[in-house]
């Protein structure tokens, strides 16, 4: 298994441009979830999915857009990036083993917007 | 609601020291508790974890115990080394997948 897998690793954007940050998980794992992880703030949750079709917002969905039309993908769309977007983003899917859930993570995209 | 919080950072510690990593949380009802490690450049991976008061979590000599009494969740190990230099993050999950919530993390720098 690949696990999870996150492209590009590293981006650089204009503020005002679009674009698309994609994740992929082999596990068959119906949940998915996107994370921006800034210095001193942890994990912040941005948008979620249940399982194929169904998504939902986190604590921080503002600016993002994602979508859900396979198991496998889930992918973050920047509508219009702006310089507070600059952070690096974490796909993780979970599934349910040795009474709880457990939450694996991808590599990350470093994002820069000037 | 639902929050973890951990000790800051940054800790720098001899090879062969002590580690703890205090962690503290809130929740409603009967949460899991998690450790996860973050190598430079790395995702985030489980470590170990504990799913009901009083288990003990284990894993790469490192180890932690569920105290609901004290709701707390504090990271060891005994004896660390240089390769052990990464960021740690304390983090709880509700009934759901989605339902992670994780504390800021602590950095740990580990020199020979």
């Known amino acids: 298994n690949a696990g999870v897998t996150q492209t590009p690793k590293f981006q650089v954007l204009k503020t005002g441009q679009s674009m698309t940050l994609q994740c992929a998980q082999d596990?068959?794992?119906?949940?998915m979830s996107w994370y921006r992880q800034d210095p001193g703030m942890g994990l912040r949750l941005i948008h979620y999915?249940?399982?194929?079709?169904?998504?939902d917002q986190g604590e921080v969905p503002n600016g993002y857009n994602v979508s859900r039309s396979t198991t496998e993908d889930f992918p973050l769309r920047l509508l219009s990036a702006a310089p507070s977007q600059t952070s690096v983003y974490f796909c993780?899917?979970?599934?349910?083993?040795?009474?709880?859930?457990?939450?694996?993570f991808g590599p990350g995209t470093r994002l820069t917007v000037t | 609601g639902n929050s973890v919080t951990q000790m800051e950072g940054p800790v720098t510690l001899s090879e062969e020291a002590f580690l703890t990593i205090n962690c503290t949380y809130t929740?409603?009802?009967?949460?899991?508790l998690f450790w996860y490690v973050q190598y430079p450049g790395e995702g985030l991976q489980l470590l170990l974890k504990?799913?009901?008061?009083?288990d003990k979590g284990s894993n790469k000599g490192f180890e932690a115990t569920y105290r609901k009494e004290t709701t707390s969740f504090h990271l060891e190990k005994g004896s660390v080394q240089v390769s052990d230099s990464a960021v740690y993050f304390c983090?709880?999950?509700?009934?759901?997948?989605?339902?992670?919530?994780f504390g800021t993390g602590t950095s740990l720098t580990v020199i020979p």
């Open positions: 596990m068959n794992h119906e949940y």
């Open positions: 929740a409603t009802g009967y949460p899991s």
């Open positions: 999915s249940v399982g194929a079709g169904i998504t």
């Open positions: 504990a799913t009901k008061a009083d």
């Open positions: 983090a709880l999950s509700g009934n759901t997948g989605n339902q992670f919530y």
């Open positions: 993780a899917s979970s599934y349910y083993v040795g009474a709880s859930y457990e939450q694996y």
